[in-house]
């Protein structure tokens, strides 16, 4: 059932996650949940604002330090504030400052905004998710807790069966495809009480059987192009997003592009 919910400005908080990548438009720019999201609140609300401050690659401490003052000086109707992951998925992670930086990062937040909205991110199936699971659920139990003592709504999307599917997966294996993010959007937007376009949940259809020739393949792809490239920017201290601006680091009237 539909809440009476009134948006008329968003902030979107965060990293790759939050910019869009990996739902990449024609012009190679990333589109992504969060400007999907800003585009059907904008038809609900005349004179929409949105920004988008995230950056890919950016640690929690970054966020912190970039974006949060500039969000809560925005005092938004809904702030969105997906980060810490990057953190928890490096081989070396303090998950205690990460979630001081986290309540940090929320308590300067909530009382600027009319609601805040935080993320249990969701987890490709494999083997880097089972090594890195235990920090995971760490980090989405704090938000949890958060999220209680705060008064903010919590979004799981690691809970979901299809967004754990591989297909909902690009082939860098970190970012969501176009339609990973069109069913994140969905979730969101029923998350702040608005009425049900579709199931985000809805499973995908039976896959047919990948060769195991196939399978390799694609992990030497992977290897080759994504997965070395990433340590290089580990070993020395590199991020894909050195020197790249915030998405959209204004709150500005929003007209969401034509397909």
Known sequence: MEMNASYTSFVAVGDSFTEGMSDLLPDGSYRGWADLLAGRLAARAPGFRYANLAVRGKLIGQIVDEQVDLAAAMRADVVTLVGGLNDALRPKCDMGRVRGLLEEAVEKLTPSCGQLVLMRSPGRNGPVMERFRPRMEELFSHIDE????????????????????????????????????????????QTLGLGAEHDWQAV??????????????????FARQHLGPWIARRVTGRSSGDGLPAKRPELLPYEPPLP
């Open 204 to 221: 995908l259809p039976s896959a047919a059987r990948v060769r195991w020739a196939a399978r390799r393949a694609g992990d030497l792809r």
């Open 146 to 189: 958060l999220a209680a003592r705060h008064g903010a709504l919590v979004v799981d999307l690691y809970g979901s069966q299809v967004l754990s599917d591989q297909r909902m997966w690009d082939v860098d294996r970190l970012h969501l495809t176009a339609e990973g993010h069109r069913r994140v959007a969905e979730a969101v937007w």
